[in-house]
């Protein structure tokens, strides 16, 4: 099993609906979790971090944690095509300074 | 205030040879952390550093290796290239502080031929 896991997509959404994505984790201990995005050609941006259990909102996106389910999860709203990218979750293992990723999902927004 | 900073920004080196990678720190943060990306392999961490002391090292072998220098600049070097070695390389700096958010520079692009 991997340690971080996310659908590989392609994700289609299109233009305005709510775009989800998932990535699950296997390391009950882990602390901290992050979103990162990434064009195609760029460095990975940071999108959201969430540290406790719940949702956390900024803008157009949310970013929802279950640790008991050991899921995280992130939101765009009223999509756009800006946000046709590859999307990463890492995830803090408890190790200082170490984050440990998903393969990235690729998202496109369809006009 | 500046983000991370990587030189160079592109490098096209030859198999067996060896390069050295650059990457000056967000001010302020004494922590630097080196990833390799690849489209098989996806993001890998190789290192961290803290106050010139490696804390963390991911499973790559000793070809590679790095500093870090008193005013947190480090430098990653990468020995005996081999044409699998050719990726984007990222550094990433943070506070130190467990958790806390780690911001990437724009990476180096290593090829080798």
């Known amino acids: 099993q991997k340690e971080v896991e996310q659908n590989s997509g392609p994700l289609s959404v299109p233009e305005g609906a709510i775009a989800s994505l998932n990535c699950t984790y296997s390391?009950?201990?882990?602390?901290?979790f992050f979103w990162y995005r990434q064009y195609s050609g760029k460095s990975p941006e940071l999108i959201m971090s969430i540290y406790s259990n719940g949702d956390k909102e900024d803008g157009r996106f949310t970013a929802q944690l279950n640790k008991a389910s050991q899921y995280v999860s992130l939101l765009i709203r009223d999509s756009q095509p800006s946000d046709s990218a590859t999307y990463l979750c890492a995830v803090n293992q408890q190790v200082q300074e170490k984050l440990t990723f998903g393969t990235g999902t690729r998202l496109t927004i369809i006009p | 205030k500046a983000g991370v900073t990587q030189t160079p920004r592109y490098l096209i080196k030859t198999r067996g040879q060896q390069v050295t990678l650059s990457c000056s720190p967000i001010?302020?943060?004494?922590?630097v952390s080196w990833y390799q990306q690849t489209p098989g392999q996806g993001l890998q961490f190789l290192f961290e550093y803290f106050s010139e002391t490696q804390r963390n090292k991911g499973n790559f072998p000793g070809r590679f290796s790095g500093r870090q220098f008193s005013n947190s600049r480090s430098e990653m070097n990468v020995s005996t290239l081999e044409l699998g070695d050719s990726a984007l390389y990222l550094c990433a700096s943070s506070t130190g502080a467990t958790g806390n958010t780690i911001y990437f520079g724009e990476g180096s692009w290593l090829t080798v031929v």
């Open positions: 001010s302020g943060h004494r922590s």
């Open positions: 390391d009950r201990g882990s602390q901290s």
